[in-house]
């Protein structure tokens, strides 16, 4: 009988320790996400607002850096940075860092931030400074499509306007229009600068043979992009190379040569072609 109640307290000791530890648990994740909530309410509230110029006067410099460094004229950058942002005062630009609302690709390994775009969560990328925006929208245009752009002349704030439409950055008819009723508004092109002709020769060189470097990085990009939904699976917390390949009746070196993978590293959110 004394054996039977000793039994009978431990038990019962025993579901009183996992039903605060279940209490517990759901505490923490509570507080989490209210920390999450928090961090973000603070960004916004903490964040100084700017008015066009002075979102000018703040960026023109990085802008600058990066015509000279590839030839994206700075009205170009500046322009496509007030009207994507805001003005700098947009969630993205306030919470993410993020001035030209780049999403997340395939190969992205940063950290990203959901919302609702075009599609619900869709993903975007997280900067730790906004400059880092501006420097990854160089990198981002630096692209197949976009190639015959940087044979323009750095200055040539027009020819870009049209020349981003006509290789499909934008999906509004009037997007060049746009862009230079900005630069015209703003007087954005006296920071713009022409440059020689040996000069842009030289930097031509090197952003098409950086382009072409990043055409297999593109080839990967492509493959989500043309792949029907229903052949790609979401990664989610916890998954691995290993168990989405087990779901879907696959290898792991098969999943990795569908996806054109040369590693094991897989993110939230990354999309992967799971079936043949």
């Not at 960004?43 to 066009?52: D, H, R």
């Not at 919302?115 to 929208?137: G, T």
């Not at 930097?203 to 055409?215: G, K, M, P, T």
């Not at 070196?253 to 590293?265: F, Q, S």
């Amino acid at each position: 009988m004394r054996k039977l109640v000793c039994a009978l307290s431990v038990l019962v000791l025993l579901s009183a320790c996992s039903s605060r530890k279940k209490t517990i648990s759901n505490s923490q994740a509570h507080h989490n996400n209210k920390e999450i909530q928090k961090a973000h309410s603070d960004a916004i509230a903490n964040y100084t607002t700017y008015t066009a110029d002075q979102y000018i006067q703040r960026f023109k410099t990085i802008a600058i850096q990066e015509m000279n460094a590839y030839g994206i004229p700075a009205s170009i950058t500046l322009a496509q940075g007030l009207f994507e942002s805001g003005n700098g005062n947009g969630d993205l630009a306030r919470i993410a860092n993020n001035h030209f609302g780049i999403k997340c690709t395939a190969d992205w390994k940063g950290k990203s931030y959901y919302k609702d775009d075009d599609q619900v969560n869709d993903c975007f990328r997280v900067y730790d400074h906004p400059e880092d925006s501006f420097r990854d929208h160089s990198n981002f245009l630096k692209r197949k499509r976009y190639a015959a752009l940087f044979e323009l002349d750095k200055n040539d704030y027009q020819g870009w306007a049209y020349g981003l439409k006509a290789a499909g950055y934008a999906t509004n008819p009037k997007y060049p229009q746009l862009l230079i009723g900005v630069i015209q508004k703003y007087n954005l092109d006296q920071y713009d600068r022409p440059e020689g002709e040996l000069q842009k020769i030289k930097r031509e060189d090197r952003v098409l043979s950086q382009i072409n470097q990043n055409i297999g990085k593109a080839v990967k990009d492509s493959i989500i992009q043309v792949t029907p939904t229903d052949k790609l699976y979401t990664v989610k917390q916890g998954d691995t190379l290993f168990n989405i390949s087990k779901r879907f009746g696959l290898t792991v070196d098969e999943l990795k040569a569908l996806n054109n993978m040369g590693d094991n590293n897989i993110k939230i959110g990354q999309k992967l072609v799971v079936i043949k």
